[in-house]
């Protein structure tokens, strides 16, 4: 990836704060490094990677390598979903991103959602190297396309694909394809979900969160895909029309601890709207804002 790289980041402890050292980026990435996000006292770097013409060309590679030094904090969000336009012919749209998160370092990558035009082929890979203290938090999630158009997932490939790796040693690995099939269109499998994302939370310092989101969203679920009970005994039953067939919720997650002693927890969502997932987001990585200086999504 060096070689073709569009971006690459450092973040180094210079004074004792969290600082920029370096921030390359070159067409048809676009960096921005506000100088301020929320309070002076915060010890953090924020990274916005945008595109020039608002979104992914089709046959268009983007690679981006990032590193944040030992005891660094550093954000790297969008400015708005990312677009991946039409495809030419069979050519597919990259993005690829390698980091390296030092010790007791905090990495987020909280992106806002990718949206993949019709006929769109798009892969994306992110490799993540930690330490045994390392701190991140990895949001991946997609839509269905412009679905408020009536345009619901008519792109032809979505791939993404996230390692996270300890030394040698592999401590998550995780792909997600969606391909149109000759038997069963997306459209028809996905029904009426039209969002699904995922959460990454690993590291000490991410621990009370992961067990907060772990209870809510088993309370949350439990409410909803309980079944209905009915009342009376078998036999008036059966004087009862059948029960109708239950709706799906609007939103369903589900969370998972993973490594050896469950360092970390990745969480998967699946909604029928981008602003419910917002919430959800917005909802349980507030605790972020300590580490970062300012709430992710809060804006959305």
């Given at each position: ?12 402890k ?125 949001v ?11 345009e ?10 996230n ?48 067990e907060?989101?772990?209870a ?21 039953m059966?004087?009862?029309?059948p ?12 969370c ?18 981008t ?15 300590p ?10």
């Amino acid at each position: 990836m060096a070689e073709a790289a569009t971006g690459a980041v450092r973040v180094e402890k210079l004074r004792g704060r969290s600082a920029l050292t370096r921030c390359f980026a070159r067409y048809p990435l676009k960096l921005i490094a506000p100088s301020k996000v929320g309070p002076a006292s915060c010890d953090a770097v924020w990274l916005y990677a945008l595109t020039y013409g608002g979104g992914i060309v089709s046959g268009d590679t983007i690679s981006c390598t990032v590193s944040v030094g030992d005891g660094c904090t550093a954000a790297i969000t969008t400015q708005a979903s990312t677009k991946v336009y039409k495809a030419v012919g069979s050519k597919c749209s990259e993005q690829l991103l390698e980091a390296r998160v030092g010790e007791d370092a905090f990495l987020a990558v909280i992106p806002d959602p990718v949206t993949c035009f019709s006929t769109a082929r798009y892969h994306q890979k992110q490799v993540f190297q930690v330490s045994a203290n390392s701190n991140l938090v990895i949001v991946d999630w997609f839509t269905s396309g412009r679905y408020e158009c009536g345009e619901k997932w008519d792109f032809s490939l979505y791939k993404s694909v996230n390692h996270i790796f300890l030394g040698d040693l592999p401590l998550f690995i995780d792909s997600v394809l969606l391909e149109q099939g000759s038997n069963w269109s997306l459209a028809e499998q996905m029904q009426e979900y039209n969002v699904i994302a995922m959460v990454v939370l690993l590291g000490p310092k991410l621990k009370t969160m992961q067990e907060q989101m772990q209870a809510e969203v088993r309370k949350l679920m439990s409410g909803q895909l309980r079944p209905p009970t009915s009342g009376g005994s078998l036999y008036a039953m059966r004087s009862q029309p059948p029960p109708q067939r239950p709706q799906r919720p609007p939103l369903i997650a589900s969370c998972s601890p993973f490594g050896r002693t469950r360092t970390g927890m990745v969480a998967r969502v699946a909604a029928v709207s981008t602003e419910l997932v917002y919430s959800f987001l917005r909802h349980h990585l507030a605790a972020l804002e300590p580490f970062l200086g300012a709430s992710p999504y809060a804006a959305s």
